[in-house]
């Protein structure tokens, strides 16, 4: 598949090393403004080349949108197609990879699967593809912002560095204002992926989100809750390993009466008093912050030379070229914002029926 949701969907093409990248983003409301220079200013956080402790492929990222918005930058309701050259690929980085398997890659299972892969950087396999998810989603938060709800994620953890329980504060009072920040342990996290980068390895993190000012009643029991709805995204993203939202993990060692959320008089200020179900319960949004945690791999090609298969199962040490990474999660916080918030748009285009009569529970516009 090369779709993303229902009635706000998203279809991308394009390869890492190909002449392009694109997609087609349908089912966007008219009547949106969009600013282009504040999708830009996403598309930028997400860009290659910036940092030594980021991939060196310099992209200029800049989109063509070739339909769905008017001479005034509104949605027309239409589809929103663009596209973003490839001006800095280099294909032959991976001639020696042809008939090799990467260890950690989906060389080989794509080979499985189609009976032949593009080895140019890994084709589709690559986070390459994430420029669209960008873009889409940039295009989406401008439509989400007008309805009061606005979506922050951080790089929480790299390796041993990082922050115990970066959801902690969040679950224990939802009134707080935004996920930490401590310059001690970001310089820490940063430390450990330039150790790893020296070394000519890698290293994995975490990424913390938080969806504020939803509305009740979004997502469906059963099979469309909106946690699996957010899980099939998140673990679309390259490298992703594991999603946990509200207590995640650590409910598994909790006693029930230290992980339920009870009742606010009135349902005021907040429905809740503690937002240890992390914004969901039975699949469907309480209207409390919708917070989760996605844990990543380190980046399974290292500057060292590894023993790499043919498609007959030879072995032959094999040093892998290009330009990665020492750590995915580094530049990922803005790709899980676009993926919230197109999870969030395709949800809020669906009919929702709620007596809920508090704000918590307002009617969807």
Known sequence: MNTLGRLLRLTTFGESHGPAMGGILDGLPAGIAIDLADVQRMIDRRRTGRSTLTSQRRETDI??????????GRSLGSPIGFIFRNTDARPTDYSDLEQR???GHADYTYDLKYGRRDPRGGGRASARETVSWVMAGALTMQWLRTLGISIEARLTAVGSAGYHDPLAGIINDPLLGSLPADE???NAMLD???????????VGGRVSCVIR??????????????QSRLAEAMLSLNAVKGFEYGMGAAAAEARGSDAIDLFEPDFSPMPMRTDRHGGILGGISTGMPVCFN?????????SRPLPMP????????????GRHDPCV?????VIVEALAALVTGDLLRVPQHSDISNDYGKPLV
């Open 63 to 72: 989109p063509e949108i070739l339909s769905g918005l008017d001479a005034d």
């Open 101 to 103: 398997y990467r260890p």
């Open 184 to 186: 001690s342990v970001e």
């Open 192 to 202: 450990e992926v330039d150790a790893a980068r020296r070394e000519c390895d890698s």
């Open 213 to 226: 000012g939803l509305p009740a009643a979004l997502g469906d029991p059963v099979f469309g809750k909106m």
């Open 294 to 302: 996605l844990w990543f791999k380190p980046t399974p090609t290292i």
């Open 310 to 321: 043919d498609c007959k199962g030879s072995l032959k040490d094999v040093t892998a070229h």
């Open 329 to 333: 999660a580094m530049r990922a916080p």
